[in-house]
């Protein structure tokens, strides 16, 4: 028995409801990280157990001068700056119980409880990325459908914005060293950009910019942001012909870094005027709101320089 019980990292213990005396075994004295003696209280074991769960732990050990039969609780207690999570099961007071004393048992459930946050943690986290997949969905469709001339324009326009979405949802994951949740940026850029690198020669579209984290958030505006650019580059400027070229650059200007989109070799261009369609709003939404930025535009007769500015810390967002 003693042998099954040290195998399964049972402690025992063994309180007295008249005196408080408490008493444990070897085992549960490294669990609470105290040194081995006689006996302790449990006011004194008290001491250890994580502020948000004492009051409740108190009340349900004081419960048991009551309870007929078996009970559990869960709780935490800090040794140091390490919290470990324990199993209290016992046998609550009953006729037959000698000297008003109660046993049971401690089980370190550190590794289980964690396991059960992770688990929390990610649905919830699926919860959070598919509500906001959602809303942007919806928002597409409803302002796409003020847009669009035709019913294939319509599902023509929605899908590529959505599968430029998911392309920069699938670059979504952690990377070390704090450097963001999500891809590197010039990785981001360049997967985005690949569909459009067509045309007389590979290469056509260059990118060298920071490494550094984006964010999941920021993945999906500054994703929204490069398909619209790299669509108007594909329909009226550099990349709608095949000599034109594409050029993605970054500079560090204090808490924010500057992008430059600059096109060259593409037929002449001319500003719009006044009103603006759905992408242009949607781009300028995303880098404002979204990005903590702005964007600019130059209609230089060698080509559109457009120049955005982000704010770093909403980037690695």
Known sequence: MRRAITAAGVALWAWNVDTDAFTMDELGFELWGLPQRDEVTFEQLSARIHPADRDRVRSAFAATRAILGPYETDFRIMIGDEVRWVAARGQGEEDDVVAHTVYGIFLDVTGRKQAEEGHELLAGEMSHRVKNLLAIASGLTAISSRS?????????????????????????????????????????????????????????????????????????????????????????????????????????????????????????????????????????????????????????????????????????A
């Open 148 to 316: 669009a001339e035709t019913v294939e324009q319509l599902a023509s326009d929605l899908t590529e914005r959505l599968s430029a979405l998911g392309r920069a949802h699938d670059l979504v994951r952690p990377l070390p060293d704090g450097q963001g949740d999500a891809e590197l940026l010039g990785d981001l850029i360049a997967v985005l950009l690949a569909p459009y690198d067509l045309g007389g020669f590979k290469g056509r579209i260059r990118v060298a910019v920071e490494r550094m984290g984006v964010g999941e958030k920021a993945a999906t505006a500054l994703a929204l942001v490069i398909h619209e650019l790299a669509t108007n580059a594909m329909k009226y400027g550099a990349l709608s012909v095949p000599e034109g070229t594409l050029d993605v650059s970054s500079t560090s200007e204090g808490d924010d870094i500057v992008l430059t989109w600059l096109e060259h070799g593409g037929p002449e261009i001319h500003a719009p005027g006044d009103a603006r369609g759905f992408g242009s709003k949607l781009v300028q939404r995303s880098v404002t709101h979204q990005l903590g930025g702005t964007i600019t535009y130059d209609w230089a007769e060698t080509g559109l320089i457009v120049t955005i500015r982000m704010n770093r810390a909403r980037l690695a």
